[in-house]
């Protein structure tokens, strides 16, 4: 049956007329009530109900049917359906009134059976009864009714009392029940037994609660292990931080001193070269991409170069001196220092070679391969010795490598003699108090994490870490690894040692060096840049933005703010200039030219975090141009105040005078009638004026 039914209900019993248009409504059937005959007439002839729910002796009769078998007088009128529906839904339900006072009035079949009463039992009973007795202490029945009084329904879900004390869940609805004056009669209780669904809902709650708390133990406890973790790795991380810094200071200024990179697939055949690789060589990049490396050498160096290529199949790194064929024949004698490719599955990807034009570039060269070579050093494997011990440090198992780092005897590694073991390794130690402290503690703090290094006799540096072995959460032993971190030590010394002389190289320079961070606050520069600016700017002051310089000008003299000189646009940009002129003024007012070389400073994911700027001093050789212009000049002007000319001619072909050309002087032109420059002069043309 359609839902957009209009069904009319006339019923003297408020109970039973509330309930059917309850369960009714909750169904979107449209339903009207009437409590007398007269009133349902009326509303019969109004609405046109399609259904009429009825007491068949209508009120103020003798009737005394329930609803649900009143119901049944609808089939009468065409409604099976609706008559199975309600028959269906009664049973689900308990019904019952109460007086104004909250004393019970009626009492349906379904409130017996949920609540355990029997009408004669709980007629005349206060409804508060059937509530918990903390609902009762907190006023909850009370509340119940202002509430359905006031907002005309009050509808909640909680626990209610049966007779014999057992509790269930009730889902219920409350509604005031008003007469014609307007006066309080008494209230209509509907409710639902729910309990099913609220014991599983609870149990449902209970079990994601516990589930919460098990999750929460488990993430602190992932939480303290990963802290502990990540503060045994931060030392190691310093170091290695300390070491890439460098590396990637030392390319900048590789990449500003523009050597020459060559990267070759694993045929020898060029995958990449920069510019400077192939301006070396006297090629453009399109010409080398693709060919073999061969193609640039001679037989001999050839040979040498096939055996070199062997070795980075084999996974060396090499530093040397090479001999290169530049494409108009010439040799080029570079420093090279090649690395193997190897992808995440150890396979040979091919080779890459940083070239050093080592006729010009000694010094940078001679830089490049120390560096190189502390890189290699620094950079090789190498394993760590491991010893096992119980709770009382007993020994149970270690490596080789702990073997062979500590000279363990045979016999006594073979026995794990832990006495002899141990006698063998404090022998060796420096500090032989602080060690034997460091086994008293982890005797005293089995679960404690420790870390020292460990000085040699014979000067080397081991490494040791200390761990707690735990099994099932108990302390059963120490793990103890030990690396020999005396080369690294040694490479820290070297790494000083070497950029120490770049620092020195880099202030030797004749050409001025700075460099900027990303604000254009200046970070460093070499003497001959506080030679160029004739002052010392203040690093990493916003004052001294960009340059050093008083003031900025571009050649054609117009004054260029600080904001808009060549390095504020390569931060601006990112783009490089090369070989732009400015002019530099000083606080004395002198000016001095200068050719600007500018790359923009990026770290190891491709983002800029400055520039470098090199600047050569031009101004001796702008200064002879400009003499050289003045001389011309000056030689043309008394030319043409003495009528006099000067020609000169280039001999380029003896038997054909007319592929000689003649460079004539303006008033050679006027001497034989022409206008300077209007017509070609040649061997053959000069004689013919002649």
Known sequence: MSKDVKI???????????????ILEQHEYRVTVEHNGNAALDAARTNSPRIVISDVALPETDGERSAIEKAQTANSLGSEELLGFMLEHAKDYSIFTTDAENRVTSWNAG???????????????????????????????KQELHTAVTKGRAEDERWHLRKDETRFWVSGIVKPHWDDAGQLRGFIKIGRDLTERKIAQDELRKAHNELEQRVEKRTAQLKKANEKLQSEINERKRAEQALIKSEKHFRRIVE?????????????????????????????????????????????????AERNFQKRRDGSKEQHDFCFRRKDGTDLWAFVSTNPIINDNNVFMGAVGLITDISERKSAAKLLQNNLSLLTSTFEATAD??????????ILTFNEKFVEMWGIPK??????????????????????????????KSLQQPEATDFSILELKDGRFYERFSLPQILEGKV??????????????????????????????????????????????????????????GRTPKRMDIADSFCG?????????????????????????????????IVVERFDGTRRTAMVNILPRRDGQGNMTGAINCLVDITNRKQAEDALRQSEANLAAAQQITHLGSWELEILDLEDANKNPVHCSDEVYRIFGYEPGQIKVTGEVLLRFS
Not at 279 to 301: A, I, K, P, Q
Not at 386 to 394: E, F, G, Q, S
């Open 111 to 141: 409130a017996e059976r949920f609540f355990g009463y029997s009408e004669a039992e709980i007629l005349g009973q206060n409804g508060a009864i059937l509530f918990t007795p903390e609902d009762r202490d907190n006023g909850a029945p």
């Open 385 to 394: 010795g491991i010893l096992v011990v119980d709770i009382n440090n007993k």
């Open 256 to 304: 500003t001193a523009q050597e020459g990179v060559w990267m070759v697939d694993e045929q020898a055949k060029t995958s990449y070269v920069n510019d400077r690789m192939a301006e070396m060589l006297g090629y453009t990049v399109d010409e080398m991409l693709g060919r073999s490396m061969y193609d640039f050498m001679d037989d001999e160096s050839r040979i040498e």
């Open 8 to 22: 009319l209900i006339v019923e003297g019993n408020l109970a039973e007329s509330e309930y059917l248009k309850h």
């Open 549 to 581: 310089s008083y003031k900025i000008y571009n050649v054609d003299g117009v004054y260029m703010p600080h904001a808009e000189c060549p390095m504020a646009q390569v931060l601006r940009t990112g783009n490089p200039i090369s070989n732009e002129e």
């Open 476 to 533: 059963v032993g120490r793990v103890l690894s030990y690396r020999d971190i005396t080369e690294r030590k040694r490479a820290d010394e070297a790494l000083h040692a070497s950029e120490r002389r770049f620092r020195e190289l880099v202030e030797i320079l004749p050409i001025a060096v700075y460099t900027c961070d990303l604000s254009g606050a200046i970070e460093g520069y070499n003497k001959s840049a506080v030679e160029l600016w």
């Open 411 to 440: 016999e006594a590694a073979r026995e794990k003699n832990t006495a002899q073991m141990l006698a063998c390794v404090s022998e060796q130690l420096k500090d032989l108090e602080n060690f034997k402290r460091k086994l008293e």
